[in-house]
């Protein structure tokens, strides 16, 4: 069973501070990795993607892979308290083919 | 359209009536998802069209379950003989090229059965 793993929570960061949330699959073929954030009683929005080793920035957040390790994990900086949301981390095994997610993260940022 | 169109927004219905819930994708997207969200928890894979392609029916949870795709645009997903456990949040979503993969939500279709 292909599984998407990633802790309940709930994470509690300060505002200004760093939040980092992680990921781990099951599966070593993986190809395409996202972070999604969902408000409560909204639809899931699409953040992030990577699909090689490494970091990707776009301005406060930052994805990381490290297809090794089978991680996945979302950095966001200076957290705002609009960035308290559910974060859903979703991965894709290979192209043309269905997209996984794991259970979520509720994330809180404490003013 | 602008973004993934679901219709209707809500519906209630009763325990063993059938149901058919509506998603129009983005324009040029070949491929179409349905997952299921019940409250509080993560999104269920149902169903993933790609193309002329069969589709990936793989999270189907029963046989009362089945989704259509239409001149591979409008998708249809069916559920008969519903029941109180198929209540949930029905979300759509579509991408414009599989191998980006980049998919993209529809608002949702609330079903409530009573």
């Known amino acids: 069973q292909k599984e998407v793993e990633q802790n309940s929570g709930p994470l509690s960061v300060p505002e200004g501070a760093i939040a980092s949330l992680n990921c781990t699959y099951s599966?070593?073929?993986?190809?395409?990795f996202f972070w999604y954030r969902q408000y409560s009683g909204k639809s899931p929005e699409l953040i992030m993607s990577?699909?090689?080793?490494g970091d990707k920035e776009d301005g406060r957040f930052t994805a990381q892979l490290n297809k090794a390790s089978q991680y996945v994990s979302l950095l966001i900086r200076d957290s705002q308290p609009s960035d308290s949301a559910t974060y859903l981390c979703?991965?894709?095994?290979?192209?043309?083919?269905?997209?996984?997610f794991g259970s979520g993260t509720r994330l809180s940022i404490r003013p | 359209g602008a973004g993934v169109s679901q219709s209707p927004s809500n519906k209630v219905t009763e325990k063993g009536k059938d149901v058919e819930l509506r998603c129009d994708p983005i324009?040029?997207?070949?491929?179409l998802y349905w997952y299921r969200q019940s409250l509080g928890q993560g999104l269920e894979f149902l169903i993933y069209?790609?193309?002329?392609?069969?589709?990936?029916k793989s999270g189907l949870p029963s046989d009362r379950f089945s989704a259509e795709r239409t001149g591979g645009s409008v998708s249809t997903l069916t559920i008969q003989r519903t029941q109180q456990e198929d209540s949930a949040v029905y979300l759509c979503?579509?991408?414009?090229?599989?191998?980006?993969?980049?998919?993209?939500f529809g608002q949702g279709t609330r079903l409530t059965v009573v």
């Open positions: 990577i699909y090689s080793n």
């Open positions: 599966d070593r073929v993986s190809q395409s």
């Open positions: 979703a991965v894709r095994y290979s192209s043309a083919s269905k997209i996984i």
């Open positions: 069209f790609q193309g002329n392609s069969a589709p990936d």
């Open positions: 324009s040029g997207h070949t491929a």
């Open positions: 979503a579509s991408s414009l090229e599989p191998r980006s993969g980049e998919a993209f």
